[in-house]
């Protein structure tokens, strides 16, 4: 789709500059020629800015008709592109909020560095499915599993990712500023169930933030029924 955009505005930059080009050889100065290739492309209907001669009538009609053909290729290419765009992030990312609610027994990465990049490896070879969490979206690009853009220490966002179905949940920060929360060693009583909402009676551990003390640092909380 970028080519046919890129051709399509070149192809619409030559017409104007060929037209302005012809205008000024049949005597317009330089603006009144840029003006009537612009007002005779876009179809808008002006008068000439100066009588034409029998040259310049033949030179027009010729720019009317390729100039118009380019005028609607370009502007039909650009509203596609707009368009397709967005329609396809969207239908994208409502495809993997489906995949996500029909997933059982997954694990749930918070952190998409060099650990959470390692252990969605790991667990991907072993066949389980994993959905990454990383509040930064220009590292979630290209991600090969399902992902989930937020803040970790969010329970919507965990809601968004399945923990209520969720086997784990690794927090994998990779750098002292990471967003992902260290999981508190989870005690009995700071385990409550995620059965409110419609959920299923898994239990989910409870998620602080804190700094991890080194940069590879990485820490796993199974969940359970």
Request: proline share 6%; hydrophobic share 40%.
């Amino acid at each position: 789709m970028i080519p046919r955009l890129r051709l399509a505005l070149l192809s619409l930059a030559a017409v104007i500059v060929g037209g302005t080009l012809g205008y000024v050889v049949l005597g317009f100065d330089p603006l009144d020629a840029l003006y009537q290739t612009v007002t005779t492309i876009s179809t808008v209907g002006f008068r000439e800015v100066q009588p034409l001669g029998a040259a310049g009538k033949i030179f027009t009609i010729v720019l009317i008709m390729v100039g118009v053909g380019s005028a609607l290729y370009t502007f039909s290419v650009v509203l596609a592109v707009l368009i397709e765009g967005h329609l396809r992030q969207h239908l994208k990312r409502r495809r993997m909020e489906r995949d996500i609610a029909q997933m059982r027994g997954h694990v749930i990465v918070c952190g998409w560095g060099r650990v959470g990049r390692a252990s969605a490896q790991y667990l991907g070879a072993t066949g389980r499915p994993v959905v990454v969490i990383d509040r930064d979206p220009t590292r979630l690009e290209g991600a090969e599993h399902a992902t989930v853009l937020g803040d970790v220490t969010d329970d919507r966002v965990l809601e968004q990712a399945g923990v209520a179905h969720a086997r784990a949940l690794i927090a994998a920060p990779s750098t002292r500023s990471s967003s992902a929360p260290h999981p508190r060693a989870p005690s009995p009583a700071r385990w409550t169930p995620s059965a409110s909402r419609g959920a299923s009676p898994t239990r989910r551990c409870s998620l602080r933030r804190s700094t991890p003390t080194r940069t590879t640092s990485t820490s796993a909380c199974r969940l359970g029924r």
